[in-house]
């Protein structure tokens, strides 16, 4: 091996990446090279640190001939200004530019009280105006150089501070909260500084007006990032003029805003010497769309009347940091007692979390994995997590008033609200989250908070946090740690100590009082926090395995309730269902291990009183939850209530069985909706078999009830059910009545009157039964919309109905044949039924024309007559505009017209007939997908509401909390029903314009 392959293989081993590169670049460096070779080592990156080094050894040489050299010997002989510039080279580019082009700099690296000492504020303030050639000691500073020069001399003495608290960061480890509140101090010394150049710009006017600067944001907080906007509120008012006058308020304005004007732009504008950093004032009130500058009054006004929940949460860090010291510190005393009172504020937590979703949402999809602010278990979770917390018991515990995050989580976790150990753990993951981005954004100084996933930025930025042994394996894998622990940390945060206050929990816990438990329930969103204490405390209570696994589910399980539209109910359904099945060894183990069951029972008992009481009557139900829940075919449903029912020993007990497994495929149904999305058409074909199969299967036992009761050997009579209405149509929603006739034949060498006698028996029994108490929802069996409607016999045969139609019937009987379907019951009565009604309902040549006048008379007096008082014409499901009536009697009345010659328009279902006139060319594609649309949404609207609230309802509720509940079955987001109901209302006002259309016209 040659010698200079050997010296490669040795630099190879220290770190260099390019070992041929390393020898020949620590050649070049002459004497100097050996000492400094385990310092570039030592550095993030050991190749960019030795060619930046080389690169600044020739800048000194282009200013004065042999200038690098002694550089070099000067670094080489102090081992801590050696380890602070190969430091600085190695993880910064930016900052290696910058040397290159002041390489003078370099010797601020030699000051050998950077490792120990941080730059006091003032001495930055000091040192920003002199640099811009201003006073620091005046009162309002103006700068004496020239424009550009100042603002060139601006950007070179940031980075010359940049430079050295980079230096005490990467060299000498210095604390995250220590170096982000000294990156503060040089932020606000900056706007002071940029302050100055811009009263020289505006002239004389800049002294009309007094302006302070308020940071916000992580400046305010006293935690900023290397590079980060700096969010800031511009106030102003009036100044005193040296005749003791005055300024004119309209002066003072126009002066106030092109002071914060120049001021931003001096930040941002790009030089010779680069930029700064924008500065955005989009915090102040009403946004981009308010003025730039507000006076104190106008900032109270708006504060006090307008301001939504998230502002107060900005202000929590507001810091008046430049400009006017005292206006700064008015507008402070003004804004703090607003801030400590937010919490308490009707929609606090919607607002708290619609922000939360906000800054989720706005997550660019190529960024979401890899970012370490806004992705899940990133930055942001632990900010929102601790500033929630703040404002919920800052008021009353004033010690928790703090700008910056691990400030504040240290009080937190000293004052119980947040525990020992998890404090510590969610400490530690901020503050390596932290360190993380701030090497990111030091490389190239560029503000970004994603994680890069190439194998050469992932080594460099290990090696920069002490990762020297497979750095970009061990940072990915810590950073996926901490990301977890952040992630198990927030759902913990708010609601592990709750437990505390009602149960004694083992090791440092945080122990909340009952106030402030009480405080952060309300906060969270649930409306009686005593009662949900209680709770928790019968949940939690004893020293059992059940209680042990209860306080380890409930702080999950607290959270998404706390995300449900009724956290209350949710948390007591639970207790309510835990009490039915504590001693079930399956129960609270499948909650534990089976995180997708337990996140769809919270969804249910929080969302569905429905739901809620189904399982409750059903707790056995719960094992649904982590199975399919796609409803079960008609024939398999009825196959088990056969199943159950030769077992059973009276009509009781069998019919007992029958709605047993109707309140199971109820409830799975129920949650199908609810958490997996089945879609609505499902819905209504899933109720309709499970109606089915109970009517046959009822049937069936009053059948042999009343063959026992009479002592017959065999059935006076065959007996079918006809489906009719939204039943017929195979369109049950969950609140719906089973509109049903009955038809039935005498049995061979049986009397009419014998035959008619029993079939009326077995109809009333099976009625019967199904009225019966129980403790599943009741199936009511309507059948007035048979001939004659209640004055009419419950039962008839075939020959009756015949006859009944050809002499009696009206056109609105022949409507409601349409949605006919022989479902039940003796399957020949049942096809001979069809036939005696299919050309009654499809006449070959269609309705004639008075018949048609006839129908659109019968649904205006609808339209006008049936609409129930008080209801609101445009959010009534059913009767309203544009409602389920408007579609249905449209598609009916193109069926009895045209089903005649279409063969396609002869079916009892909405949809497929509005395709099959589509299909026909009797109304455009557009039109029914109008109504296709409308006709779909208004009967998942109309399921959502029988959901929610327990009971069907034909109105869009008006109670807020039901219709956020309606809204988030139908898959909106958390405050998303105002969206809901302007989607419903535009949906249904284009349908109701179709209807006009199609069928008045």
């Known amino acids: 091996m040659s010698p200079a392959a050997s010296s490669a293989g040795t630099y190879v081993r220290k770190g260099f990446v390019d070992g041929a590169a390393a020898a020949r670049g620590i050649e070049r460096l002459g004497d100097a090279g050996p000492p400094l070779t385990d310092e570039l080592a030592a550095s993030a990156d050991p190749d960019a640190a030795l060619d930046g080094l080389l690169r600044l050894v020739e800048a000194l040489d282009e200013q004065s001939a042999g200038a690098g050299r002694e550089m070099l010997a000067e670094v080489a002989d102090d081992e801590g200004t050696a380890m602070r510039l190969c430091s600085v080279l190695g993880a910064s580019p930016a900052l290696a530019h910058h040397l290159v082009r002041h390489p003078e700099q370099w010797r601020e690296l030699t000051d050998p009280t950077l490792g120990s000492t941080r730059t006091a504020a003032y001495a930055l303030r000091e040192a920003m105006l002199t640099a811009v050639g201003a006073d620091p000691h005046a009162a309002e500073p103006v700068a004496g150089l020239p424009d550009k020069e100042a603002v060139d001399a601006l950007r070179v003495e940031y980075r010359r501070h940049l430079l050295r608290l980079a230096s005490r960061d990467l060299a000498h480890h210095v604390g995250l909260d220590d170096a982000a509140a000294e990156i503060s101090d040089l932020a606000a010394a900056t706007l002071d500084a940029a302050l100055a150049v811009a009263r020289v710009r505006v002239g004389e006017h800049a002294g009309a007006a007094r302006l302070a600067i308020i940071a916000m944001g992580k400046c305010g907080g006293h935690e900023l990032n290397y590079i980060s906007d700096v969010d800031v509120v511009f106030v102003h008012e009036a100044a005193e003029l040296e005749s003791g006058e005055r300024a004119d308020d309209g002066v003072a304005l ?45 900032h109270q006004g708006y504060y006090e009347k307008w301001a939504k929940t998230w502002e107060f949460q900005a202000l929590l860090k507001a810091r008046p940091v430049a400009g006017d010291a005292e206006l700064g510190r008015r507008y402070w005393d003004m804004v ?42 990133g930055l942001r979770d632990v900010e929102f997590a601790v500033q929630l917390l703040q404002l919920v018991h800052g008021r009353s515990d004033p010690s928790l008033r703090e700008g910056a995050t691990l400030s504040a989580l240290t009080r937190l976790t000293e004052g119980g609200y947040v525990g020992r150990q998890d404090g510590e753990k969610l400490h530690e993951a901020y503050t390596f989250l932290r360190t993380l981005e701030h090497r990111i954004q030091l490389y190239q100084l560029r503000r970004t908070h994603v994680l890069p996933d190439d194998e050469a930025s992932l080594r460099r930025l290990g090696r920069s946090i002490g990762i020297f042994s497979e750095p970009a394996a061990q940072l990915e894998r810590q950073w996926r740690h901490h990301r977890r622990e952040v992630r198990r940390l927030h759902e913990k945060l708010f609601y592990r100590p709750l437990l505390g206050a009602v149960a004694k929990l083992p090791g440092a816990e945080a122990r909340l009082s009952l106030e402030a438990a009480e405080a952060r329930l309300s906060a969270l969103g649930y409306a009686d926090p005593r009662a949900a204490l209680r709770h928790l405390e019968a949940l939690t209570s004893g020293v059992s395995r059940t209680s042990d696994i209860q306080r380890t589910l409930l702080p999950v399980l607290l959270e998404w309730f706390a995300d449900s539209p009724d956290p209350d109910a949710g948390l007591f359904g639970f207790r309510r269902i835990s009490e039915s099945l504590g001693r079930s060894p399956w129960y609270l183990t499948m909650l534990r291990d089976e995180g997708e069951v337990a996140q769809r029972l919270a969804v249910v008992l929080g969302t569905s009183r429905y739901a809620t009481d189904l399982l409750e009557r059903e707790p056995q139900g719960v094992k649904m939850l982590g199975e399919s829940l796609v409803p079960l075919s008609a024939e398999a449903a009825l196959a088990e209530m056969q199943s159950l029912v030769e077992r059973a ?9 029958v709605r047993a497994v109707r309140r199971r495929e109820l409830l799975r149904i129920a949650c199908g909706d609810l958490v997996a999305g089945t879609d609505v058409a499902l819905v209504g074909q899933g109720l309709s078999r499970l109606t089915d199969a109970t009517l046959q299967a009822t049937l069936d036992i009053a059948i042999e009830s009343v063959r026992r009761q009479r002592g017959l050997d065999a059935p006076a009579s065959r007996i079918a059910v006809i489906a009719m209405g939204r039943y017929g149509g195979f369109e049950l929603s969950y609140g719906s009545d089973a509109d049903v006739m009955f038809v039935h034949e005498p ?15 077995v109809v009333a029994e099976l009625r019967r039964l199904l009225s019966l108490p129980a403790s599943d929802p009741p199936l009511e069996v309507d059948a007035d919309l048979r001939p004659e409607g209640k004055n009419g016999p ?71 007559e049936r609409l129930p008082r008080g209801a609101d014409r445009h959010t009534h499901l059913k009767l309203g505009r544009g409602g389920l009536a408007d579609v249905e009697w449209t598609v009916q009345l193109l069926q009895m017209r045209h089903a005649g010659r279409v063969e396609a328009l002869r079916t009892p279902q909405t949809l497929p007939a509005l395709q099959a006139a589509t299909d026909a060319g009797l109304i455009s594609e557009d039109d029914a997908a109008t109504l296709a649309e409308a006709w779909r949404l208004v009967s998942r609207v109309r399921n959502a509401v029988t959901l929610v609230r327990g009971r069907p309802s034909d109105q869009l509720p008006r109670d807020s909390r039901e219709r956020a509940a309606v809204a988030q079955v139908l898959g909106y987001p958390q405050g998303a029903s105002d969206q809901m109901v302007n989607d419903y209302l535009r949906t249904t006002r284009r349908a109701h314009a179709v209807v006009e259309r199609v069928f008045w016209e």
């Open 254 to 298: 126009r002066a106030a805003t092109q002071l914060a004007s120049q001021l931003m732009r001096i930040c941002s504008d790009h030089t010779r010497e680069g930029t700064i950093w924008p500065v955005d004032a989009n915090l102040r009130p009403e946004g981009s769309q308010g003025p730039l500058v507000r006076t104190l009054a106008s």
């Open 336 to 377: 703090t007692p607003m801030v400590w009172s937010a919490a308490g504020r009707d929609g606090f937590v919607a607002d708290v979390q619609a922000m939360r979703r906000r800054v989720v949402d706005h997550i660019p999809a190529h960024e979401a994995e890899r970012q370490i602010k806004l992705g899940s278990g």
């Open 649 to 657: 020993e009276t009509p009781e007990a069998a019919v007992a069985a």
């Open 747 to 761: 049995a061979e060498d049986v009397e009419a009157q014998a035959a008619s006698s029993y079939a009326t028996a």
């Open 794 to 864: 419950m039962v008839r045969t075939v020959e009756s109905y015949a006859a009944y139609y050809a002499k009696w019937s009206s056109v609105w009987e022949f409507q409601a044949l349409l949605r006919a379907d022989a479902v039940a019951g003796d399957e020949d009565l049942r096809a001979r039924f069809t036939d005696l009604i299919d050309p009654l309902r499809f006449p070959v040549e269609g309705i004639s024309d008075s018949a048609v006048v006839e129908v659109r008379r019968i649904k205006a007096r609808v339209d006008d």
